[in-house]
């Protein structure tokens, strides 16, 4: 097994915990601004809309770390299940045999992929989280990108 291979194997069984942490952390964060205030009183209507509380902006972090720790776990969990029979790279170590239902994999992930990008930046954006938003948009199509890159059996 190839060190990298070995790095994706731990960020799939570490991620449940880190992401189930970091959304603890998002409740706490949630629950301790809650009484604050959530929109700017003073300026305009597009400053008051738009440029978030000192309150809001830590929660929005907070949901930022959750949705990279989610993406992580999310690009190490397609490559640990494709590692086996469907993903031919060099630095996985050996493909194993072809998987015969894996023909659609590849296809299936990358689509996956950036549909939850477009949905959790899309949640983002309503919720007024630039930052997650943001985060979203630049993690998940570029990892479905690079997955869509890897060699197959079937390519």
């Given at each position: 097994?190839?060190?990298?291979?070995?790095?994706?194997?731990?960020?799939?069984?570490?991620?449940?915990?880190?992401?189930?942490?970091?959304?603890?952390?998002?409740?706490?964060?949630?629950?301790?601004?809650?009484?604050?205030?959530?929109?700017?009183?003073?300026?305009?209507?597009?400053?008051?809309?738009?440029?978030?509380?000192?309150?809001?902006?830590?929660?929005?972090?907070a949901?930022?770390?959750?949705?990279?720790?989610?993406?992580?776990?999310?690009v190490?969990?397609?490559?640990?299940?494709?590692?086996?029979?469907?993903?031919?790279?060099?630095?996985?170590?050996?493909?194993?045999?072809t998987?015969?239902?894996?023909?659609?994999?590849?296809?299936?992930?990358?689509?996956?992929?950036?549909?939850?990008?477009?949905?959790?930046?899309?949640?983002?954006?309503?919720?007024?989280?630039?930052?997650?938003?943001?985060?979203?948009?630049?993690?998940?199509?570029?990892?479905?990108?690079?997955?869509?890159?890897?060699?197959?059996?079937?390519?």
């Open positions: 097994m190839s060190p990298l291979m070995l790095f994706f194997g731990l960020c799939f069984m570490v991620g449940w915990t880190a992401a189930v942490a970091a959304l603890v952390y998002a409740g706490v964060v949630l629950v301790r601004v809650w009484p604050s205030d959530w929109v700017r009183r003073q300026g305009p209507l597009a400053v008051r809309v738009l440029v978030p509380t000192p309150a809001y902006l830590r929660l929005d972090v949901f930022t770390v959750l949705a990279l720790l989610v993406d992580l776990w999310l190490s969990a397609v490559i640990v299940f494709g590692s086996d029979g469907v993903f031919t790279e060099d630095w996985m170590g050996y493909p194993g045999m998987d015969p239902e894996g023909q659609g994999f590849q296809a299936g992930a990358v689509s996956a992929l950036r549909t939850t990008a477009w949905w959790t930046s899309g949640a983002a954006v309503l919720c007024r989280c630039w930052t997650t938003a943001a985060a979203q948009v630049c993690v998940l199509p570029p990892a479905a990108w690079w997955i869509g890159s890897f060699d197959t059996y079937y390519t």
